[in-house]
Every structure is written in structure tokens, then in C-alpha cells.
């Protein structure tokens, strides 16, 4: 997370001085001091995060990729004339271990065009999906699949 937050720090200059960089090592470390300090941060975090690096890579691609064809389906749904939709409310169950599964989880599915994660608690979810078509297979969606490789894989 230091490398990132010096990475923006430059990236915003414009420019790369040697004032720029110690200015930024310094910033970077007070901003790195503060979230680990007050947001509950830790440095096991930034290793998480590095050896999970390409799966996380894959799930946001698949996650791009499935954004968009939700948003066919719901343009179909839309201007298609003779076609009325049907809302679902749908509840389902994980078995997700972990809080950042389950969250990105839940946040997955309210960018992904016609559904809305309306309830999270424990691993039961409550999702709205504008019609009934695009809630078959929620629960164990490509979402879920790659969710639960991330936390298998140590």
C-alpha cells in the first residue's frame, strides 16, 4: 500500500525530482502510519494482496467481461418491445469464509447491470434483480467460483 500511495503521489506531480520523491516517501509513509493506525490496516494485508495479485486480476477481467454482458441483456430487456420484465427478489446462501469474499461478492453483483445487492448478513444474500432471467444461477455464479479459488489458494 506504500508503494501505491508513492506511485499516486508521483503519478499527480507530473513530474519525478528528487524533492518530489522524499516529499512522497514522507506523505506516503504518513498516509501508510494513519490507515494502519486508525482503519484497522496491517501489513499481512499488503502480502495478501501481492500473492492473491493474479487471481484478483482474473476475477476484475471476468468481472469486466460480465458487466457488459449484463448490460446487452438489460438493453435487450429494455427496448424489447413485446418483452415485460418480471422482478425477483432472490435469497441465497455462500459458503464464503472470508468478510472480503463476502463483501466483494455483494459488491459484484450490484455493478453487474439488472441486479442489486440489497441485504448481506453472515452468508445469506439478498439481491433484487430487475427480472427473474438474470437471478437463475446467482448462487453459484462464475462470481462465486473464482471467489471461493481466491480463498482456497494460500
Same mark, same amino acid.
Given at each position: 500500500m506504500f508503494i501505491l500511495f =508513492? %506511485?499516486?503521489w508521483v503519478i499527480f506531480n507530473g513530474q519525478f525530482t528528487l524533492e518530489i520523491a522524499v516529499f512522497g516517501i514522507v506523505i506516503a509513509g504518513a498516509m501508510y502510519w494513519f490507515i494502519c493506525k !486508525? /482503519?484497522?490496516y496491517k501489513p499481512g494485508y499488503? $502480502? =495478501?494482496l501481492c500473492k492473491k495479485a493474479p487471481l484478483l #486480476?482474473?476475477? $476484475? #477481467? *471476468? $468481472? #469486466? #467481461?460480465?458487466i457488459l454482458k449484463?448490460?446487452?441483456?438489460? !438493453?435487450?430487456m429494455i427496448y424489447s418491445a413485446e418483452y415485460e420484465p418480471e422482478p425477483a427478489i432472490v435469497h441465497f446462501q455462500t459458503d464464503l469464509k472470508t468478510t472480503f469474499?463476502?463483501? $466483494? %461478492?455483494?459488491? +459484484?453483483i450490484t455493478l453487474t447491470?439488472? *441486479?442489486i445487492t440489497v441485504s448481506l448478513k453472515d452468508n445469506i444474500y439478498t439481491v433484487h434483480c430487475l427480472d427473474k432471467e438474470l437471478a437463475m444461477g446467482i448462487d453459484? +455464479?462464475? =462470481?462465486?467460483? /473464482? /471467489?471461493e479459488r481466491i480463498e482456497r489458494k494460500d
Open positions: =508513492f %506511485l499516486v !486508525f /482503519l484497522n499488503d $502480502l =495478501f #486480476i482474473h476475477y $476484475l #477481467i *471476468t $468481472l #469486466i #467481461i460480465e449484463a448490460n446487452g441483456a438489460v !438493453f435487450k469474499a463476502r463483501v $466483494l %461478492l455483494a459488491n +459484484s447491470p439488472g *441486479t453459484s +455464479s462464475v =462470481f462465486v467460483k /473464482l /471467489l
